[in-house]
């Protein structure tokens, strides 16, 4: 039995046991039902004990990253200036960005907050980690249908280290047709990881104050190689 | 397992102000405090709490006690339709009966006991001419209820819209009917039902009281009083595993296959501030009923509790 000690609002306090039949249960549910997000979302909250903590010191230590831990950003349609951003030049972070919300039909509004998380700082990284998650995306030129997101998927494992990437990475493919599998292993992985290993951490990147800079010059600034001439 | 000094916890007797009709009424703001689970709430708020637990679950309410009891819920409801043994033409009120389990035990029992009433008819009528057993059927017109009826009641509209499409789907119709009410005030008259069951719904109504007086008001002099609730278990060591495995991992469960850990927390801690087995008898005698008696199963996990009207 817990006490009720809310860190944050929507925190449900939990016990190691808990955590562990959570991360379990969440794993199998994920995988039965893909169209589970949530169950995806409280994998990552529940084994995300070792890689959190260390994604948040990579942006104490940074000092963009130090200034989004300091003022908190959510990417919300609420905080977007959407009507701004479609009217930046081709080519732009902002404009690349709404275009690809627009083809893909997703919306940043519809991302889970943590629930299962015990400190509230930690919360937050991994929330912003999901809102970027779409910025993500169009960094890496990549839709949302199950290879592109098996593909940001190994991006983000390398890069952030949460098991729940590393077993979306491993686990997403298993559900695509032989010729994708094999553009998958040949091209879009090796480049992912190679782009993952080399760019500076994505969370490091104050992306509100970004919105004008072409995307090719963030790529370059942050490490990422230019993507693999494949249709996903 | 019985919770510490828990505020608001014996809500029957010591509850002041007006009676809780309709929302209503002259209450104050703040009302009288009650428990919702381990929180303490206004009596408003906790019925409004409590709707929205179950608008939420209903859906996947089937899928999660299977989960959570392991499929022993269903022997359970067997058990309390058995120790009920209607008789064609017995007719149930079933209250805060949502998806319907009860009600459609409810009739398979009777339809059985009915068949084998009229297999035992037929083989009377060997001896019978013609004419008589002609005669006969024209009476009868094989009534596979034997006029039998379960109405079903409860106060949440997504529980009954669940219980409908799975009647449906089961092919239940003939008997049942469906009706959107309050336990604690009915929309039925006096003295009209011959027996009362309210299977895991006593421990979500709001003023216990009330439900057990209007149960007495709407059953028939001789009308039975059924009660089938989560109960207390006495077993220390039994105690121990029990909790652990209600809060560790039923809100799990909850999350996992429902995606609700909130509600299935409510379950479990609205389950440790229910009245244990002997304060639910007297309360059941306060409310006028007789020979009242109460039945432990698994050992006191779940309770059974009987009562007449005399």
């Given at each position: 039995?817990?006490?009720?000690?809310?860190?944050y609002p929507?925190?449900?306090?939990?016990?190691?046991?808990?955590?562990?039949?959570?991360?379990?249960?969440?794993a199998?549910?994920?995988?039965?039902?893909?169209?589970?997000?949530?169950?995806?979302?409280?994998?990552?909250?529940?084994?995300?004990?070792?890689?959190?903590p260390?994604?948040?010191?990579k942006?104490?230590?940074?000092?963009?990253?130090?200034?989004i831990?300091?003022?908190?950003?959510?990417?919300h349609?609420?905080?977007?200036d959407?009507?701004?951003?479609q009217?930046?030049?081709?080519?732009?972070?902002?404009?690349?960005y709404?275009r690809?919300?627009?083809d893909?039909?997703?919306s940043?509004?519809t991302?889970?907050?943590?629930k299962?998380?015990d400190?509230?700082?930690l919360a937050?990284?991994?929330?912003?980690y999901?809102?970027?998650?779409?910025?993500?995306?169009?960094?890496?030129?990549?839709?949302?249908n199950m290879?592109?997101e098996v593909?940001?998927k190994w991006?983000?494992?390398?890069?952030?280290g949460l098991?729940?990437?590393?077993?979306?990475?491993?686990?997403?493919p298993?559900?695509?047709?032989?010729?994708k599998?094999?553009?998958?292993?040949?091209?879009?992985?090796?480049?992912?990881i190679?782009?993952?290993l080399n760019?500076?951490?994505?969370?490091?990147?104050?992306?509100?104050?970004r919105?004008?800079?072409?995307?090719?010059?963030l790529?370059?600034?942050?490490?990422?190689?230019?993507p693999?001439?494949?249709?996903? | 397992?019985?919770?510490?000094?828990?505020?608001?916890?014996?809500?029957?007797?010591?509850?002041?102000g007006?009676?809780?009709?309709?929302g209503?009424g002259?209450?104050?703001?703040?009302g009288?405090?009650m428990?919702f689970?381990?929180?303490?709430?206004?009596?408003?708020?906790?019925?409004?709490?409590?709707?929205?637990?179950?608008e939420?679950v209903?859906k996947?309410?089937?899928?999660?006690n299977?989960?959570?009891?392991?499929?022993?819920?269903?022997?359970?409801?067997?058990?309390?339709?058995h120790?009920m043994?209607?008789?064609?033409?017995?007719l149930?009120?079933?209250?805060?009966?949502?998806?319907?389990?009860?009600?459609?035990?409810?009739?398979?029992y009777?339809?059985?006991?009915?068949?084998?009433?009229?297999?035992?008819k037929l083989?009377?009528?060997?001896?019978?001419?013609?004419q008589?057993?002609?005669e006969?059927?024209?009476k009868?017109?094989?009534?596979?209820?034997?006029?039998?009826q379960?109405?079903?009641?409860?106060?949440?509209?997504?529980?009954?819209?669940?219980?409908?499409?799975k009647?449906?789907?089961?092919?239940?119709?003939?008997?049942?009917?469906?009706?959107?009410?309050?336990?604690?005030?009915?929309?039925?008259?006096?003295?009209k039902?011959?027996?009362?069951?309210?299977?895991?719904?006593?421990r979500?109504?709001?003023?216990?009281?009330?439900?057990?007086?209007?149960?007495?008001?709407?059953l028939?002099?001789?009308?039975?009083?059924?009660?089938?609730e989560?109960?207390?278990v006495?077993?220390p060591l039994?105690?121990?595993l029990?909790?652990?495995?209600?809060?560790?991992v039923i809100?799990?469960?909850?999350?996992?296959?429902?995606?609700?850990?909130?509600?299935?927390q409510?379950?479990?801690e609205?389950?440790r501030?229910?009245?244990?087995?002997?304060?639910?008898?007297?309360?059941?005698?306060?409310?006028?009923?007789?020979k009242?008696d109460?039945?432990?199963?698994n050992f006191?996990?779940?309770?059974?509790?009987?009562?007449?009207?005399?």
């Amino acid at each position: 039995m817990e006490g009720w000690h809310q860190l944050y609002p929507g925190h449900i306090p939990t016990s190691p046991l808990q955590k562990a039949l959570l991360a379990a249960g969440s794993a199998v549910m994920a995988l039965y039902d893909p169209y589970r997000h949530d169950m995806v979302a409280v994998l990552g909250e529940t084994t995300g004990c070792l890689a959190l903590p260390n994604l948040r010191d990579k942006m104490k230590n940074h000092p963009e990253g130090h200034r989004i831990l300091q003022e908190r950003p959510r990417i919300h349609l609420s905080t977007l200036d959407m009507a701004r951003l479609q009217g930046l030049p081709e080519g732009s972070l902002g404009r690349e960005y709404v275009r690809f919300l627009e083809d893909n039909k997703v919306s940043p509004d519809t991302r889970m907050p943590p629930k299962f998380v015990d400190d509230e700082e930690l919360a937050y990284v991994i929330q912003r980690y999901r809102e970027v998650h779409d910025l993500m995306h169009t960094l890496l030129g990549m839709p949302t249908n199950m290879l592109g997101e098996v593909v940001v998927k190994w991006f983000e494992a390398v890069q952030t280290g949460l098991p729940m990437c590393v077993l979306g990475a491993a686990f997403g493919p298993v559900r695509l047709s032989t010729r994708k599998l094999q553009v998958l292993a040949t091209e879009l992985v090796p480049w992912a990881i190679r782009s993952g290993l080399n760019a500076s951490c994505v969370l490091n990147v104050y992306y509100e104050q970004r919105w004008e800079q072409p995307v090719e010059s963030l790529r370059e600034e942050l490490g990422i190689f230019p993507p693999p001439a494949v249709r996903v | 397992a019985a919770p510490g000094s828990v505020p608001g916890r014996s809500n029957r007797s010591a509850v002041p102000g007006p009676s809780p009709v309709g929302g209503t009424g002259a209450r104050l703001a703040a009302g009288p405090e009650m428990h919702f689970g381990f929180q303490t709430v206004t009596e408003e708020e906790r019925r409004e709490k409590i709707y929205q637990v179950f608008e939420n679950v209903a859906k996947k309410y089937d899928v999660m006690n299977d989960s959570m009891t392991l499929g022993i819920h269903r022997v359970w409801k067997d058990i309390l339709v058995h120790k009920m043994n209607p008789c064609p033409g017995t007719l149930l009120l079933d209250v805060a009966g949502g998806t319907g389990d009860i009600a459609f035990r409810f009739i398979n029992y009777v339809r059985s006991v009915r068949q084998r009433q009229l297999q035992r008819k037929l083989k009377h009528h060997q001896n019978l001419s013609w004419q008589e057993i002609f005669e006969s059927y024209q009476k009868d017109e094989f009534n596979s209820l034997g006029d039998s009826q379960v109405v079903v009641c409860d106060i949440n509209r997504e529980m009954l819209k669940v219980g409908k499409q799975k009647a449906e789907h089961l092919g239940y119709s003939e008997g049942l009917s469906w009706v959107l009410g309050n336990a604690e005030e009915l929309p039925f008259d006096d003295d009209k039902f011959d027996v009362y069951t309210i299977a895991f719904g006593i421990r979500n109504v709001t003023r216990i009281d009330l439900a057990l007086q209007e149960a007495y008001r709407v059953l028939k002099p001789g009308g039975r009083f059924l009660c089938l609730e989560f109960s207390h278990v006495s077993n220390p060591l039994l105690s121990r595993l029990y909790d652990l495995y209600s809060f560790q991992v039923i809100p799990v469960l909850g999350e996992v296959i429902a995606g609700d850990w909130r509600s299935y927390q409510y379950l479990v801690e609205s389950i440790r501030q229910f009245p244990p087995q002997e304060e639910l008898k007297v309360m059941i005698e306060d409310a006028g009923f007789f020979k009242v008696d109460y039945e432990n199963l698994n050992f006191g996990i779940v309770a059974i509790h009987s009562g007449f009207k005399l």
